[in-house]
């Protein structure tokens, strides 16, 4: 165990000196000719996907290798870099997290799946369409990992009782397989469809307040992509229960009485769960009214970013109305011991590259030599698209995302059309990978079950990517230009 141990060590120190190695012969070879200022901050965009891809440091680590390199290599200052990681949307997706916190705290999130799940029937079909509903619905507002950690106690056991069955209608590997595949791909989809749904979409809308000092509102974002999310969660389960896997298994009193007794054991909604669920309510309608609240009346003026903060400051604020936790607040700082902050971190860094790309003529200049190779703005829309889904399969979403959002951006003012065009299709197909486990967290932790055989995996998500390219490239050609 301890060779073993050495040797991966050992691996990860070859792979770290092998892309610092990298960096500096390729800033030395400075094959695109760039001036000293350019080839810097190159060289350590480099040295970042490197690492990002190797994935042999932790990538909130390298996020924060600007704030040490860029003064050292003298690109920007401490105080210039540092600002990035204070942005605005940073602080909109920390909101989001701590709203997440207490409805996980709380077990808000496992009493509405369970009901959604009680609600669509226990026939294998509809088993598997109550996940994907509850699946979706909940990573809407919960970020696509803690939703699927959420449900994937309950799919199993789901799948225990069904197995306890003693005359199968059905087949049961089936079932097993698509419930599972369900909270995954649900989890990836629901997270597309509000800003605060999965990191790349706060990572793009950080990159795109910060270019153009525009902020793209919580409704208008739902009301392009919510739609999308609908139709391939739709189409999730008709390509896995009625086309690929088939079940076949019907309805029976024992998964009915489990459901049941599961929501019998939770008691009826605590105190704390009702005083969640009305702030995270009000939370929700403040982001889709914004804009009307701010039209009607000239004392104050509301972002989404204050509206996640506000909702976020009421949960610690308060009391639980509990008497078993002595009535405390609905959160304790220490609930933050499991806020994703190294994700905050990582949209920082990500936001300082691309700034100092920026500010150097890179992005600019690679987004006009990229429209050299266009042959229409749909053509490019239908390319970024396909490239982005497939690449997020062996690639880190949030990273792809930080990466490719000045060069898509760059490209569309090169081509002379609204960013979004392109910018949107490449965020939202990057959340959608299906195929592998390594595409994205759900992926990995439900493959993880045993209940999955890789062919399997890439069959379904195969045809989920080729769905998902057809739909976001038709509403966003279609839509973009309306909505936004």
């Not at 000196?17 to 500096?24: E, W």
């Not at 079932?175 to 597309?192: C, D, E, H, R, V």
């Not at 605060?196 to 525009?214: D, L, M, Q, S």
Request: neutral net charge.
């Amino acid at each position: 165990m301890k060779g073993k141990h050495l040797s991966h060590t050992q691996t990860n120190l070859t792979i770290i000196l092998g892309s610092v190695v990298l960096a500096i012969l390729f800033y030395h070879a400075n094959i695109f000719k760039l001036d000293h200022a350019g080839i810097k901050v190159l060289s350590v965009g480099l040295l970042m996907i490197l690492l990002w891809v190797s994935d042999v440091v932790p990538m909130p680590v390298v996020a924060i290798f600007p704030l040490v390199l860029f003064p050292i290599l003298k690109i920007n200052g401490i105080e210039q870099t540092a600002k990035s990681y204070a942005n605005p949307v940073i602080f909109l997706f920390l909101g989001g997290f701590v709203l997440g916190l207490a409805i996980e705290k709380w077990h808000l999130h496992k009493r509405i799946a369970l009901n959604i799940i009680r609600a669509t029937g226990t026939g294998g079909d509809r088993i598997v369409l109550g996940f994907i509903l509850a699946t979706g619905l909940l990573s809407m507002w919960l970020s696509n990992t803690a939703t699927t950690m959420m449900m994937f106690p309950i799919a199993v056991s789901v799948i225990s009782v069904m197995s306890e069955r003693k005359n199968h209608n059905g087949n049961l590997a089936y079932f097993n397989l698509t419930i599972m595949l369900a909270i995954a791909y649900a989890s990836n989809i629901g997270g597309i469809a509000t800003i605060i749904g999965t990191p790349p979409n706060v990572a793009y809308i950080g990159f795109f307040r910060n270019k153009y000092g525009i902020e793209i509102d919580f409704m208008s974002w739902m009301a392009l992509c919510l739609p999308i999310a609908l139709l391939l969660l739709a189409a999730l389960y008709i390509v896995m229960v009625k086309w690929l896997y088939p079940n076949k298994i019907s309805s029976d009193a024992a998964t009915t009485s489990f459901i049941k007794q599961e929501l019998v054991n939770m008691g009826p909604m605590s105190m704390a769960e009702k005083r969640v669920l009305i702030v995270f309510l009000a939370t929700a309608c403040l982001w889709i009214f914004r804009s009307l609240i701010n039209d009607i009346q000239p004392f104050f003026k509301l972002d989404d970013t204050i509206i996640a903060l506000i909702g976020a400051i009421i949960m610690f604020v308060i009391p639980s109305g509990m008497q078993i936790s002595e009535d405390k607040p609905i959160l304790l700082w220490s609930d933050t011991n499991k806020l994703a902050w190294g994700i905050l971190l990582l949209f920082g860094g990500g936001i300082a590259l691309a700034d100092a790309l920026e500010n150097a003529g890179i992005i600019a200049a690679l987004g006009h030599w990229l429209a050299e190779f266009s042959s229409g703005v749909w053509i490019m829309v239908f390319m970024i698209t396909v490239i982005s889904i497939f690449m997020s399969e062996v690639m880190s979403n949030v990273a792809q995302v930080i990466v490719f959002a000045p060069v898509v951006t760059s490209l569309a003012e090169a081509m002379q059309v609204n960013p979004l065009l392109f910018g949107i299709p490449m965020t939202l197909a990057a959340s959608c990978a299906g195929m592998l486990p390594m595409g994205t967290p759900p992926n990995a932790i439900v493959f993880g079950s045993n209940h999955i055989r890789m062919i399997d995996m890439i069959k379904i998500g195969f045809v989920m990517n080729i769905i998902a390219i057809i739909l976001i490239c038709l509403f966003v050609w279609y839509l973009v230009p309306v909505i936004f």
